[in-house]
């Protein structure tokens, strides 16, 4: 089993910078067997994908609107994960979400969010212009 609770979320002008984590509570396999996604839900939008990072953090993908902009990053020891945002525009205003899965090959990235079997609680990320 594993409970996420994310945090870092706030309000902030557009340019600016803002650092996500997302703690894991883990049961059972560690949390280095886990790999993990981000993702947003704008209001009257289906939930969409940001990016993930794989179980050992060696490979990430991000979605197109975000590259360059985002970076995901793990602490294996810490059992977190962190989204860090820069030059956010209000575009990116959405409750922000992380997700796990227990992935079998260290390099694998998720990007569906039906493949995530653990879901924490989201975070506001308002960006104003």
């Known amino acids: 089993q594993v409970q996420l609770v994310e945090s870092g979320g706030g309000l902030v002008q557009a340019g600016g910078s803002l650092r996500l984590a997302c703690a894991a509570s883990?049961?059972?396999?560690?949390?280095?067997?886990?790999?993990m996604g981000w993702f947003r839900q704008a209001p009257g939008k289906e939930r969409e994908f940001v990016g993930a990072?794989?179980?050992?953090?060696?490979?990430?993908y991000y979605v197109d609107s975000v590259k360059g902009r985002f970076t995901i990053s793990r602490d294996n020891v810490k059992n977190t994960v962190y989204l860090q945002m820069s030059s956010l525009n209000p575009e990116d205003t959405a409750i922000y979400y992380c997700?796990?899965?227990?992935?079998?090959?260290?390099?694998?990235?998720?990007?569906?969010?039906?493949?995530?079997?653990?879901w924490g609680q989201g975070t506001q990320v308002t960006v104003s212009s």
């Open positions: 997700a796990a899965k227990r992935t079998l090959v260290r390099t694998q990235v998720v990007v569906t969010p039906g493949e995530y079997n653990y």
């Open positions: 883990v049961s059972g396999p560690t949390f280095s067997n886990y790999g």
């Open positions: 990072i794989s179980r050992s953090g060696g490979s990430t």
